[in-house]
């Protein structure tokens, strides 16, 4: 079977691109390409009219900050210009939470429940590269403090991406610690991601409304803010937690295609 790959554009369209992604499972169907900042991001949440998709906030940094977005997606090939916002940034913890105004799309990794507890062998989801296919790795989180560690070092261009506990989203690619080489499992090097209290406390904080079931069924916010260089940008939040090390935000490539 082969699916389309649409790319959504601020206020321009795109090539569609064609991929083979039979075997691809749902959860990796969710994450999305961020090739304009060089990052990879997670759909969460998709409704009519809305999609919220999580990522990490150091593809902002710099320059980027007030460049329109450009975002890769599974869907049924359909062309489209959306509108693009970026709702909240918490630079501190490397979360930012983005609005694409269109949808229902067909793929989503939701958060994970309060509470969730962690199982022994996760997967790491993202663009390394911004190459396609999507990568998916294996990821053995060993450490859960401000920021979960893993046995395993994810790559360039995963930043952004998923951590997935069966089908839900339990943390958001950061970075690594070691020496930057494609070496997965090294002697005093691991993987770090953004864990899934400090998910769930960011985007509580920002209106985000969780059920009070164990029912994943997230509803949207009401209120809106706007992307940064169109009108008032939303605020980063200062809130504390240990630096990163290597932060894996691949180099920006323009087609849509590959890199």
Same mark, same amino acid.
């Given at each position: 079977? #082969?699916? &389309? ?15 083979? *992604? *039979? ?8 994450? #999305?390409?961020?090739p *304009?900042?060089? /990052? @990879?991001?997670? /759909? ?12 990490c ?7 980027? &900050? ?6 890769? /997606? ?5 062309? %489209?210009?959306?509108?693009?916002k970026?709702?909240? /940034?918490?630079?501190?913890?490397? !979360?930012?939470?983005i ?14 429940? &309060?509470?969730h ?9 993202g663009?390394?590269?911004? %190459? ?30 998923? !951590?997935?506990?069966? &089908? ?32 769930? *406390? ?25 992307q ?16 990163? !090390? ?8 323009? @087609?849509?295609?590959?890199?």
């Amino acid at each position: 079977m #082969v699916t &389309k790959y649409a790319t959504w554009l601020l206020c321009s369209l795109s090539t569609v691109v064609l991929i083979h *992604s *039979s075997a691809l499972a749902q959860a990796e169907k969710a994450v #999305v390409r961020i090739p *304009s900042h060089g /990052i @990879s991001g997670t /759909i969460v949440y998709s409704g009519p009219g809305v999609t919220d998709i999580v990522s990490c906030a150091h593809g902002h940094d710099g320059r980027n &900050k007030a460049k329109p977005m450009k975002l890769d /997606i599974y869907g049924n090939g359909e062309q %489209k210009a959306v509108e693009i916002k970026l709702m909240a /940034i918490d630079e501190r913890n490397d !979360l930012t939470w983005i609005r694409l105004f269109d949808g229902p799309l067909p793929y989503v990794c939701p958060v994970a429940p &309060k509470g969730h507890r962690l199982g022994a062998q996760c997967r790491s989801i993202g663009f390394d590269e911004m %190459k396609f296919p999507v990568t998916d790795r294996p990821a053995t989180p060993y450490n859960h403090a401000a920021f979960t560690d893993t046995r395993e070092r994810p790559w360039h261009g995963r930043s952004g991406g998923a !951590l997935v506990d069966g &089908k839900y989203l339990v943390g958001v690619c950061h970075g690594y610690a070691g020496p930057p080489n494609h070496v997965e499992v090294m002697r005093g090097g691991f993987g770090i991601y953004v864990n899934h209290a400090t998910v769930v *406390s960011f985007l509580e904080r920002n209106g985000w409304q969780f059920p009070n079931t164990g029912v994943q069924e997230q509803r949207p916010p009401m209120q809106h803010l706007t992307q940064p260089g169109v009108g008032k940008p939303a605020q980063p939040e200062q809130r504390g937690s240990r630096p990163p !090390l290597f932060r894996p935000q691949a180099p920006q490539r323009q @087609s849509p295609g590959g890199c």
